[in-house]
């Protein structure tokens, strides 16, 4: 379905070339829902921006290839592009309080979606509208959508970024940390919702989060990135049970587990490298606990260890 | 502010005709009959003040409400486009504002020659760039705001953005801008009518009495001194007005 190849975004910057997103390969399948996890600064964003074709100056896409349905989108012109945004592929962000325009009713902004990419008149996109509302289980919805943002709860206005994002029916939906800025509860009602409706609508899903909770909940496959590269991948259960990348390791060992008392969560030393100058070799070895020598000299390429569980390391078969 | 304005629209209900000449009432004192004096001409003052309201209100709204859209529109441009449009568009705006406002309006109305209606074109052109500024830096900030970002990736394009997106939310450091201006604006009329650019007798405009009021300063005071007062208060009120906004649209006072 979405079919990244050896993506490269760099950004320009006054202090020279950050390598963002440096050479991702990426696939996602029919109404798969993919997780692409990584710390802050991994490039997770950049390369959801990247496939929007959204990316902010002074980034830029310098290589590779996004294959929707087996069209590039890097091919496609500016207008094109703002035909296929909404109609093919779609976003959500990650701050429902500051993704809805304060001076627009709900209701409008989903209604403004819609007659973005089709003829209607205004009192038929407001019904698909309070329609599209009522699908991500607003309550009430033909008098909510009334409502101006700031009425609204921080869940109700994910739900309505929601609807906004599958009111044209894309086939992929791209969630920047859909639940990162939600409570807990509302969290989960979010990711139910999110599962339900893209088994309903056949939306293929690309999920962007630093939460291994979410991932677990949600996602068949993940994808972890580091440093702009992808280090492994693999289906959910291999990646929690079989994962093979020390820094796959680092990450499922900060997390809490709930029956286990540890002292001190393990957390992994130092922190995302400077990407202008990324360490040489394995991008992770000055803060891999079992980097020897070669991982400073020789990058590692990814490697298929088994079906579909992709590791870039040395020390894979150890 | 609110004076003014009642002034301005009732103007047509005052009791003479404010360029009625009556020869035997020159320069005469505060009567009755003219309650505020007449000047040289023999014409009443307080009849002159409140036409001369209605002139100055339709200048000063009419400069500010054009510029407004103008400026609106070229700084909403500038900032969300960026780069080459921006640079071009605001250094325009920023040789208009090398100028000392009033230079330039009087230079503009010289050279497109005195009237009333030269000078609203001069006082709107120097009034465009300190809208277009305010808009700019306004959709600088707006621009950046997560719902552009998600208006975008739905497939809005930039059109609307601008027009559904932008604009509205820029709208509040807007309108307390082109209120200031207003009080800005009457001076500037008031300045041209005064220098002889403005408004041409026998209009009834403050700047342009006050001038001439000024020629009989000794004999009748009360004839420069109330346009200049009108011209103070209704440039104080809009001030005035201006700051209140400024103060209701600040969001950390609001709620």
Not at chain 1, 50 to 58: A, G, K, L, V
Request: proline share 5%.
């Amino acid at each position: 379905m979405l079919d990244v190849r050896s993506l490269k975004t760099h950004v320009f910057s006054s202090r020279g070339v950050v390598r963002a997103v440096d050479g991702v390969n990426l696939a996602i399948g029919v109404e798969e829902t993919l997780g692409l996890v990584g710390e802050t600064g991994s490039g997770k964003s950049m390369t959801a921006l990247s496939i929007m074709r959204m990316i902010p100056y002074p980034g830029r896409i310098v290589e590779g290839k996004i294959l929707l349905e087996g069209e590039d989108l890097l091919t496609k012109t500016q207008a094109q592009m703002t035909n296929i945004r909404g109609s093919k592929i779609s976003m959500i962000f990650q701050d429902p309080m500051t993704s809805l325009n304060p001076v627009f009713k709900a209701g409008y902004q989903v209604s403004e979606a819609i007659s973005t990419h089709q003829q209607l008149a205004t009192s038929e996109s407001w019904k698909r509208a309070v329609e599209m509302l009522n699908l991500v289980r607003i309550p009430d919805a033909p008098t909510r959508a009334h409502d101006y943002p700031h009425q609204l709860s921080g869940g109700m206005r994910q739900r309505t970024m929601i609807a906004m994002a599958l009111s044209c029916r894309p086939k992929l939906l791209i969630a920047d940390e859909p639940t990162t800025a939600l409570d807990v509860t509302v969290q989960a009602q979010i990711l139910e919702l999110m599962r339900e409706l893209r088994r309903r609508a056949g939306t293929s899903i690309l999920l962007i989060t630093h939460n291994l909770g979410v991932v677990a909940e949600i996602c068949d496959r993940v994808a972890v990135m580091y440093a702009g590269k992808i280090v492994e991948s693999a289906d959910v259960k291999t990646i929690f049970r079989k994962h093979k990348h020390p820094y796959t390791k680092g990450l499922l060992g900060a997390l809490p587990k709930i029956g286990s008392y540890k002292e001190n969560l393990e957390s992994i030393l130092g922190s995302v490298p400077d990407m202008i100058n990324p360490p040489s070799g394995c991008r992770f070895h000055p803060r891999c606990p079992h980097a020897k020598e070669t991982c400073s000299l020789t990058e590692p390429r990814l490697v298929e260890l088994e079906q579909e569980h992709m590791v870039a390391c040395h020390f894979v078969r150890d | 502010m609110a004076v003014v304005t009642a002034t301005a629209v009732l103007s047509p209900l005052t009791p003479s005709d404010p360029n009625a000449i009556h020869l035997e009432d020159q320069l005469a004192l505060m009567t009755i009959k003219h309650i505020l004096g007449a000047d040289f001409h023999g014409r009443d003052v307080f009849s002159r003040l409140v036409h001369g309201a209605r002139v100055t209100m339709v200048v000063a709204t009419v400069t500010v409400m054009v510029a407004a859209v103008i400026g609106t529109l070229t700084g909403a441009i500038a900032g969300y486009v960026g780069r080459k449009v921006d640079a071009i568009i605001m250094r325009t705006m920023d040789i208009i504002l090398s100028f000392p406002a009033i230079v330039l309006a009087m230079a503009l109305t010289a050279a497109l020659g005195p009237s009333l209606q030269n000078s609203m074109i001069s006082i709107t052109v120097v009034t465009i760039p300190a809208i277009a500024r305010v808009a700019r830096g306004q959709t600088l900030v707006v621009k950046e705001m997560d719902y552009v970002q998600a208006a975008r990736a739905i497939g809005v394009d930039d059109a609307s953005i601008i027009f559904r997106h932008i604009i509205p939310n820029c709208l509040g450091p807007i309108t307390v801008q082109a209120t200031l201006y207003m009080a800005v604006s009457i001076l500037t009329t008031a300045s041209l009518g005064f220098l002889g650019l403005g408004a041409q007798p026998p209009t009834p405009e403050w700047g342009a009495d006050l001038a001439e009021g000024m020629r009989y300063m000794r004999e009748a005071p009360w004839v420069a001194a109330f346009p200049g007062l009108a011209i103070f208060t209704a440039a104080l009120g809009f001030n005035l007005l201006g700051d209140g906004l400024a103060d209701i649209m600040n969001p950390r006072l609001r709620e």
